[in-house]
């Protein structure tokens, strides 16, 4: 996935990624270190600005690394890295550096200092919109400002958590696009 | 699906219907009218209390319903709905009763007025729990306060949206949980 080429995506299409639900990869650096987390608990907020929103437990290193640099990186991995996705969630940043260990690809962003994870086909970039309901409910609002995406294939298989170790995998994509009204897409 | 026979289902266990990023169908019901919206951004908040956040644009005639009533159920459909979530999406509750329209059968719900959808194969009932976001994002944070939901097959097909009119169907499930720590589980 890493030699595959990534193209520019307009943000107002993040839902393409992560409207169906896939457990990501966050992104993040602080103080010259870089972490990774695994998610799976967010959702499309709006499409202009673009905003999402995560959940980001405090028990996890990675949080108060997003909320003082204010920016992470949402990456969405697929099958190939199933493995490493829930290995990624069995340690902690706090005792490894997790790109280095797992063998991970830290790519440039564009437009954050968090780096973006070479072998996801998504790499979302945002920067922290709204932290109002962070101390309640650990739930940070971001607004994406720019996606790098594989275009080819245009939906690889994607995991979605269901609790329990078990994952549930993407499936085929089927168009119902005739039977909306043209305001609903 | 409406023959099939429901189970009530711990509450602290509704991640393993949402988390995947199923589209929802959320009835609601207030001054006696009862109505169904078609949604997709929704994300778990919490296990305990069992907590899920959802969107509710203030376009849709729902809104006013379930800010008003403090409930609603959500349920999940399975691809046999394919067709009605979409026609769901491109009608108002303001002109019909999407229940007698669509031919779905209203089921009484345990712990809520609102009535559950029979053809989902299954039904979160919501209480409002926050509303700190609704006026800012359309942002309702719900208490799930009962489900009950088809046990068998237990992961029946779904249907998870990805904007212009297509739908990724949910794939088979595989477990990786011999690789979880005990306490990731």
Known sequence: ??????????????????????????????????????????????????????????????????????????????????????????TSGANIDKFDHFGLTRVDSSLVAAPSIGECYANLECRLHDDALVDRYNLFIFEVVGIQAVISPRYPQTLHYRGDGEFMLSGKTVSRRHLFRPEML
Chains 1, 2 share one sequence.
Do not use: Y
């Not at 993040?14 to 992104?27: D, T, Y």
């Open 1 to 90: 996935m890493t030699g595959a080429r990534k193209q520019t995506v307009p943000v107002s299409g993040a839902r393409q990624f992560l409207e169906p639900g896939p457990v990501i990869l966050i992104s993040s650096l602080h103080d010259g270190r870089a972490n990774i987390m695994t998610a799976g608990w967010h959702q499309i907020l709006e499409f202009t600005p673009s905003l999402v929103s995560c959940l980001i437990s405090n028990g996890n290193h990675s949080f108060e690394m997003i909320r003082e640099s204010r920016e992470c990186v949402i990456n969405v991995p697929t099958t190939v890295l199933t493995d490493t996705v829930v290995s990624i969630g069995n």
